[in-house]
């Protein structure tokens, strides 16, 4: 059972990115994903959740109107689309879930917003 992001790395104010959290050992296709994110410093932060029954979307105020997070079940795959970045976004990325009782984590990506 097993998350894997990518996608991350050095942008600029204003720039694009796309995460991505490839999901393997378990049927991705039931579970509600989350992005969490942790900044230097601080502790974690949630960013958003796909909901797996429903298919709605959640997002955190700090990122509302900038971020949209998507999945592919047939690649077990969440995404997360990062527009107009700003430097207060920068941080290590994590793709999250529930599975049975085990609070799921990969190892994160980490995004850094700078000029």
């Known amino acids: 059972v097993q998350l894997v992001e990518s996608g991350g790395g050095l942008v600029q104010p204003g720039g694009s990115l796309r995460l991505s959290c490839v999901a393997s050992?378990?049927?991705?296709?039931?579970?509600?994903m989350n992005w969490v994110r942790q900044a230097p410093g601080k502790g974690l932060e949630w960013v958003s959740t796909?909901?797996?029954?429903?298919?709605?979307?959640r997002y955190a105020d700090s990122v509302k109107g900038r971020f949209t997070i998507s999945r592919d079940n047939a690649k077990s795959t969440l995404y997360l689309q990062m527009n107009n970045l700003k430097p207060e976004d920068t941080a290590v990325y994590y793709c999250?879930?529930?599975?049975?009782?085990?609070?799921?984590w990969g190892q994160g990506t980490q995004v850094t917003v700078s000029s």
């Open positions: 999250n879930t529930v599975w049975r009782t085990r609070d799921l």
């Open positions: 050992g378990f049927t991705f296709s039931n579970y509600g």
């Open positions: 796909y909901d797996s029954g429903s298919g709605s979307t």
